[in-house]
């Protein structure tokens, strides 16, 4: 199933390759991402798109969050349902 | 990453807590030593470089303006033979000592060198602070000499990576280095030092963090998570319904500081305790309710207690593939699981669970342990402990006691009488590690020292090393193998160059064992590239050769007792070499993909069932 995850990081060189490596060495494949600037200069938001299935989901949001550069991540579908 | 311009500040910095050095000028190089200073680094292991020059000099010139009462040097630089070395001697020092490992290596191969103990350390959540050299910031992204792109490879194997481009962040980054290292679940943290950073004049400060306003919200968050009167209660309401309650006790008790919590737990409610691999001193393995390890190669009685329990309690354990190689079949009969972890990742990631708790592992078991006794809650576990007592007796690990050849399990023995589960040991990879495992008594947290996670070959020699800095008088033995110790054996020299005197064993069976054990099972017997009797390395002349002035190869078996004593005896380093068994092979077996009740116990542990032929399949997975 498709899920769409958003991700507010320290807007840094290596922060994008950091999320990026992750899902790669955890077997996600990110299917749509984009990157842009916010309000705040020092954050961005990296929005990304990939095929899995919840459990995998809930594994790869807690492992995002793991990651020092990472300030929020969240996972828009489950935030309305619940 | 470079680092974030974002700094903490103490809101007021009162003249008592300001530090000696703030307001004084430094080169970068200088300020990187006097933040290991700072943070009470005692020893640092590294080797040098072009573009690590500069650090190398400051720690020079601030060991020789320090010198302790004694003569010696407050921050002894330790050189190995290989910057893989200098990593497991940092990751030595910090699984024996519980503090932050210090590594400090130079730019393109001395970096790419550390990546291995760097992925080892993450993969058992141990504390290092690695410092590469860098080429200047002009030169990266030129393929300039000894240029590797750092940041990107450690990214992927480290708790973090810093890539230090701005030189006014370096002091804060260097000490959130060492918070990022031992907060929460802890890790290896690289910090990437352009040399033109290094030699940069800076003001130093004295205080001061990056913001990491993320990582520090949710440390704590973490770290303020309580377990409310509710959790407490669901919990004692499963255990009390439990008729064989089991503890499984990860590296996390021993990470956590929570062997005595622990202890503390078990004497009020009686559980009894199996711990993995990484959990080996997590509780005294020779206490009546100590199982000893479980898993793959764990105990035939710590298995047959998982298959037989109806309630388990994970502490700091991640039901790795080891342990739980087919999850659904792990703990078959629980009818409750729990699990107390630091990683709020780990919790289900495996195995669904019952009740969880992220938090801290001290406070948490003190506070099951105060709710239990106020409310009187005492599970009558008479017929459970009868039973483990009995698992016990029936399937204790046991060989062939009357070859002629000397085997592996008598000179683990051997060693354990006189060392009592006291001494720290350490081990490379393979049969001789799980025999190590299995074999040896363990006291107290942090005397054992493996690979567990990764794997890797070669540990054992720079971990012992390490674990001898941390521990002066302590007495450190490598257990190693013909071909583990291959991997590192330049640092036999290094061994002798710092007069340590640590005891290093060969348990030689000509070849990679636990290879030889699964092409036997999985592959006919066919030992591709896993047989050394062709090799000729005579492994006595070659410690000879790096100075050891007691080396002895022992190939009889009526002298095992004898030689062992004076080997451990030896004031100093001393190497032993023992002919063993070839085939010895490493029993129980918990085969890839199966469950304990499919557990191999060979011809010498009792089993619990009929030794029926069993089909071994071949997996594809592990």
């Known amino acids: 199933m498709n899920h769409t995850l958003s991700i507010l990081l320290q807007n840094e060189a290596g922060a994008l390759v950091r999320v990026a490596g992750l899902f790669a060495a955890r077997g996600y494949n990110i299917d749509t991402l984009t990157v842009c600037a916010t309000h705040d200069p020092a954050v961005s938001r990296l929005t990304l ?3 899995c299935d919840d459990a995998g989901v809930a594994q790869i949001l807690q492992q995002t969050r793991k990651l020092v550069d990472v300030l929020q991540v969240a996972h828009p579908a489950t935030a309305l349902a619940a | 990453m470079t680092t974030s311009a974002q700094t903490t500040q103490p809101a007021q910095a009162t003249a008592i807590d300001q530090h000696p050095l703030a307001g004084h000028t430094m080169s970068g190089a200088d300020v990187i030593v006097q933040v290991f200073a700072d943070q009470s680094v005692e020893v640092m292991f590294g080797y040098s470089g072009g573009a690590i020059l500069p650090v190398y000099d400051a720690v020079f010139r601030y060991n020789a303006t320090h010198l302790k009462d004694n003569g010696d040097e407050p921050m002894p630089l330790i050189v190995p033979a290989n910057e893989q070395g200098a990593g497991f001697m940092a990751a030595g020092y910090a699984r024996a000592s519980g503090k932050v490992g210090v590594a400090v290596v130079t730019s393109g191969p001395g970096a790419t060198n550390m990546v291995t103990p760097v992925r080892d350390s993450m993969a058992d959540s141990i504390p290092l602070v690695v410092i590469c050299g860098q080429v200047s910031t002009v030169a990266i992204g030129s393929d300039a000499f ?38 929460g679940r802890p890790g290896p943290v690289v910090v990437d030092v352009p040399k033109d ?12 963090e990056l913001a990491l306003t993320g ?10 998570s309580t377990l409310s009167d509710a959790d407490c209660a669901a919990f004692f309401t499963a255990l009390m319904q439990a008729r064989r309650p089991l503890i499984y006790a990860g590296g996390g008790v021993i990470a956590a500081g929570a062997a005595t919590a622990l202890r503390a737990f078990v004497d009020t409610f009686g ?24 898993g793959m190669h764990g105990t035939a009685y710590a298995n047959y207690a998982v298959e037989d329990c109806d309630f388990v309690l994970a502490l700091g354990a991640r039901f790795d593939d080891r342990v739980a190689g087919v999850p659904d079949k792990f703990a078959p009969r629980a009818k409750f699981i729990a699990h107390i972890d630091i990683d709020p990742a780990e919790i289900g990631k495996v195995k669904p669970v019952h009740w969880h708790h992220v938090g801290p592992l001290v406070r948490a078991l003190e506070r099951l342990n105060s709710y239990g006794r106020a409310h009187g809650l005492r599970p009558s576990l008479d017929a459970w402990h009868a039973h483990v007592a009995e698992l016990k007796r029936v399937h204790a690990l046991n060989y062939d006691r009357s070859s002629r050849l000397i085997q592996p399990y008598a000179v683990l023995e051997a060693i354990n009488r006189h060392t009592d589960g006291r001494a720290i040991i350490s081990t490379g990879v393979g049969q001789h590690q799980m025999w190590a495992a299995q074999y040896f008594d363990f006291r107290a947290p942090r005397h054992w020292l493996t690979s567990g996670s990764m794997g890797t070959m070669g540990f054992g020699l720079p971990a012992a090393v390490g674990a001898q800095f941390a521990h002066r008088d302590k007495l450190v033995i490598d257990i190693d193998g013909d071909a583990s110790i291959r991997m590192n054996l330049g640092e036999l020299e290094t061994v002798t160059t710092y007069n340590l005197p640590i005891k290093v064993v060969v348990l030689n069976n000509v070849g990679d064992g636990m290879v030889r054990q699964w092409q036997k099972l999985y592959f006919k017997g066919r030992f591709a590239s896993s047989d050394k009797s062709l090799h000729k390395k005579d492994f006595v002349l070659a410690a000879q050769a790096d100075g050891f002035a007691w080396a002895q190869r022992l190939e009889h078996a009526e002298e095992l007792e004898a030689t062992i004593a004076a080997f451990l005896a030896f004031d100093g380093p001393a190497f032993l070499e023992v002919m063993i068994d070839p085939d010895a092979g490493v029993y129980p077996m918990v085969g890839p993909g199966a469950s304990y009740a499919q557990m191999i116990t060979g011809e010498f542990i009792a089993s619990r069932d009929a030794p029926a032929a069993r089909e071994v399949q071949p997996s594809h997975m592990f």
């Open chain 2, 197 to 208: 950073v290094q030699n940069t004049a800076l003001k130093f400060h004295g205080n001061g």
């Open chain 2, 271 to 294: 559980l009894p305790v199996t711990t993995t691999l990484m959990g080996l001193g997590a509780f005294d393995t020779t206490d009546p309710l100590a199982l000893h390890m479980l």
């Open chain 2, 146 to 183: 000894q240029e590797a792109p750092i940041s990107n490879i450690m990214g992927a194997c480290a708790k973090h990576v810093f890539l230090v481009t701005d030189p006014a962040q370096l002091e804060a980054t260097l000490r959130t280095a060492f918070t990022l290292a031992r907060s």
């Open chain 2, 215 to 224: 990582y520090r919200a949710r440390l704590r968050a973490v770290e303020q």
């Open chain 1, 49 to 51: 798109s990939l095929q």
